[in-house]
């Protein structure tokens, strides 16, 4: 007897569980949906995933970009590249270059006072200098890194990484654009003899031949009494640690977040191994010395919703649901401008130019004063 009400008291407890499971199942399919009725068309809650759009507002993010990209390139924090929310302005407008016009100096001799002989009258001419306008992008596609982003400052994360990528690339423009500028032959002197010292040797490798003291010299001193406004020298990596052998290098403490700002000769080091090497029966290295404000950058801020995507022009999201991938899209548009050497786009194949194109020569001319020029190199060999 007591063996059946014990099979009688199991069956009702199945049954009960059962009916706990279908009732449960039903209230589950009441809020599923009841979401789907107030979601956007397209979106299912049972199948969502946390996307990196999910975690990335727009309008917070590009800012934050800009600003970060910036402040992770030294080529900005030395002062070098120069911002200004003008040049934003100008990187906004349409076309593939902009105009930027300026008065030359006053030219000639003073007069002497005569008093029958009237003062002759001089002109002020207007010279125009043109940056062109960069519009670059790249795509990521991911399903985890909205995993992995999560538990720590999503925004953040992401925009560290995306700063820190957009950074090395506007080293490697301004890198690519200096090299252009330098080898320009436009001018009177050109720029490829006049902001050039080539102390290398195919012979024997002596201290002659190396960036020392007296060819540092001697290369700042192509900009005459303009050299006062250098600030920053770049150099690959095996050229400062030639100098670090050597006992060259200074360095001084700051309270940032770095340690040490690394000097030589008292402008401050950058350190890029983009910077031009090759071999002429040595190793050859070029480092360039900068003024403040050489180069003048401005990122557009003007940014349109697009039609039929998620996001915006600058920043575009998309999901490829059968291969499982989440993408982001940054685009930028931008001027990154050698001041005083305007863009004339004698070999430019696409509507803004790639990098080995800002490394053509023939590509810029001269506009500024040789010496206004904020831009010296040096092409030397190394002490191994």
């Known amino acids: 007897m007591v063996r059946i009400l014990r099979k009688v008291l199991a069956w009702f407890d199945v049954k009960r569980r059962q009916a706990r499971w279908e009732r449960c199942q039903r209230m589950a399919a009441e809020i599923v949906a009841a979401y789907r009725t107030q979601a956007p068309m397209g979106y299912d809650p049972v199948n969502a995933l946390t996307q990196i759009a999910d975690v990335i507002v727009p309008s917070e993010f590009l800012p934050y970009v800009v600003e970060r990209t910036a402040a992770l390139s030294v080529f900005f924090t030395s002062g070098i590249v120069s911002t200004d929310p003008a040049f934003a302005t100008i990187a906004a407008g349409g076309g593939q270059t902009v105009n930027m016009p300026f008065w030359q100096d006053l030219q000639g001799s003073d007069q002497v006072l005569l008093e029958a002989t009237p003062l002759s009258t001089k002109k002020i001419a207007a010279v125009q200098d043109i940056a062109v306008l960069h519009n670059r992008g790249d795509a990521w596609s991911t399903t985890d890194l909205a995993k992995y982003i999560s538990g720590d400052d999503p925004m953040g994360t992401i925009g560290d990484l995306v700063a820190a990528y957009w950074a090395r690339k506007h080293e490697d423009q301004l890198i690519a654009t200096v090299q252009g500028v330098l080898a320009s032959t436009t001018g009177s002197p050109p720029l490829s003899t006049s902001n050039n010292l080539d102390v290398s040797t195919t012979g024997s490798v002596t201290s002659d031949a190396t960036l020392n003291g007296a060819n540092f010299i001697n290369a700042k001193q192509l900009l005459g009494d303009a050299k006062g406004k250098l600030a920053a020298i770049a150099m690959h990596s095996a050229v400062e640690a030639s100098l670090l ?83 982001m899209i940054n685009r930028r548009r931008f001027l990154l ?28 001319t001269r506009v500024y004063e040789q010496k206004n020029i904020r831009m010296v190199a040096i092409k030397h060999n190394v002490l191994l």
């Open 245 to 327: 052998k050597q006992d060259l290098i200074d360095f001084i403490p700051v309270t940032d977040a770095r340690e040490r700002i690394e000097t030589f000769q008292g402008l401050q080091v950058i350190i890029d191994d983009n910077m031009p090497s090759g071999v002429n029966v040595n190793t050859w290295y070029t480092s360039v010395l900068f003024g403040l404000g050489a180069f003048a950058m401005g990122v557009s801020a003007t940014d349109e919703p697009l039609e039929g995507g998620f996001g915006t022009w600058q920043l575009e999201f998309d999901r490829v649901s059968l291969a499982g991938q989440s993408i």
């Open 337 to 364: 401008h050698c001041r005083g050497v305007k863009w004339n786009g004698a070999s430019m194949a696409g509507p803004s130019p790639t990098n080995a194109e800002l490394a053509t020569a023939a590509n810029w």
